[in-house]
């Protein structure tokens, strides 16, 4: 057992606090999200040599309405030095607006700022479709978003027997749409980069990023007849809680950048918006739309330039000047895995009308007729004379009697024993294939577990020859020593073992003084306040600045115990004006719905937040 030791935290009251029981993970809200937000872009592309012609396209904030959410562009400015040669507005086929500025004879750095102010109006209330499943043929516009893409192979056997195998028993849209989604949150583990972007990746690998989250769910849903479109824009970076209950709060948040969503049509609702990664039948305030297509190819922003492409580079900030939240917890269900928030959509399938079924008149009986027989007259009696009897012949001499034929003697042949027709083989099962036994380390083996997933240098663009293009990339990463805000993700020991070291996927803005970790055992789900012990302080004067995030290593003191077999968690402290973000992954690829928690008031870590962050812990089995 851990060697305990009094944290200086204050510990009053902590047992009489209840942890909120929720076990569900589809909350059914009801309510508001009203949002008023300013974005501005600041973009450079550094020029080296003379560029002959270069052009940058990118999309404006689209105007919608729908059941699920109503976005309204405010304001939208542009301003560029050295001013564009031309400026020239562009519409796609899906209806989608673009802006594209065009330089010619670029012979120094083209800087530009994209600013513009958005109202988002997202109102929870429950929705009714009256549409079944399977659907109806919808309307001949709506076509492109049944076909199948590069991106989104919806024809492919393995995607449409998935399909198939999801939907069964679903009797309407709804439902069969439900079912789809689950899966989909519950079968890709966030990874950035992918190695590609498309469903079928998705689906094989269970991996990918917003791009395959989006991709799989709309092939799914095509290949069952159901319309589905890919839309791209912005998320902001500022969090929003759901209620509930005991003073609690699920925290949502996405990180800042391009990001990949999806909305599904009804017949009765239109276009509904849903991020697998998030909400349902509705975005939050937090989502941006920019444009829509059958596949996330062309549209986001580009750029080309000849005789060379100028080098990218990009700041995004954004504030809300309004930002109205007031939600309820309506209801919950058990699916998917991790929280999904939606409003809740009522099915009400019509009943088929009866068949009414004209009886057939029984015929009316018709009587045999009775037939009379004519009377016959008597008959009359005619004697002839009697003929002369014939003569008699004599009789013939018999012929003698041939004599029989004796038959030949026949020696029987004795039968010889012939053999049974032999049974066919009956096939031997081939093996099934045996998993190989799971590897246990051994008293001295170092073990190394948590979640892994720190990428390399982010890349928030790709060139292609004459080309680039902004990715769906985002930087998900928490400012986790902000004044008046404490973090902790949770583990779990799988039998006993004496930890090394826990380090986390950390990056270093500025700031002086000291952070270090508490290492404690979880008490009724959340972390506890006397079982653990600290690692020592490490100062910001020994971390080192890296362009992207790197492993910070926190060794733990070589007096301390063997953890024994249980969960425990790590949470995050600070000293003085550190100035640190620690990586997170969007969704709960490694630990329990409520595994990430933070707290404004020191100790009730009533903030449960969707992700996991990085980390990784090393140590040794044994006591």
Known sequence: MITPRILPIVVSLLLILPVPAIHAKTLLLTGHLFGEADVSEQLTFGVDQNVTIFSYRFPIPASQKSAGINQRLVNHTIQADPKPATQKDETDSYGNHFKVLTWKNLNSDARLTVSFGVAIDADLTT??????????????????????????QSDDSEISAKARDLVTGAASQAAAVESILNFVSDHIRYETPPKSYDALFGLTTGTGNCQNFA????????????????????????????????????VQGMGEGLHAWLEVWFPDLGWLPCDPQQSRQFTSTRHIKYSHGPECIDLGSSWSGSPVVPHYSSVLSSSFSRDDIDLRLNGTSSDPRGYIVSNQIKSSIPAPLPVVVTPIPEPLPVPVPVIVPKPKPDPVIVTRAPRPPKPVPAPKALPEPKPKPVPEKITPVPLL?????????????????????????????????????LPGKLAFFTEQGNRGEASLERETAEYVTAPGSVYAQAFTVEQTMRLSSVALGMKKFGGDGTVYLDIVA????????????????????????????????????????????????IVLRRSGDAIMNWYFTPGKPYGGADDTRSTARGWQWEDILMFDFVFKVTGRNGL
């Open 417 to 453: 024993p012939q053999p049974l027709p032999q049974p066919e083989p009956i096939p031997k099962p081939e093996p099934k294939p045996v998993a190989p036994a799971p590897l246990k380390a051994g008293k001295d083996s170092v073990i190394v577990f948590g979640n892994l997933r």
């Open 522 to 569: 979880d008490e009724n789900g959340k972390p506890g306040l006397t079982n653990g012990i600290r690692t020592q302080p490490i100062s910001l004067e020994r971390i080192k600045r890296i362009p992207g995030y790197g492993w910070l290593e926190f060794p733990i003191p070589e007096d301390t115990a063997a953890f024994k077999a249980g969960k425990y968690w």
């Open 215 to 250: 991709h799989l769910s709309a092939a799914l849903l095509r290949s069952v007849g159901i319309p589905a479109r890919i839309a791209v824009g912005l998320t902001l970076k500022e969090k929003w809680k759901v209620p509930v209950g005991n003073d609690s709060f699920i």
């Open 127 to 152: 929705l009714s479709s009256r549409a079944p499943f399977p659907v109806s043929p919808p309307p001949s516009e709506l076509r492109p978003y049944l076909k199948p893409t590069k991106l989104v």
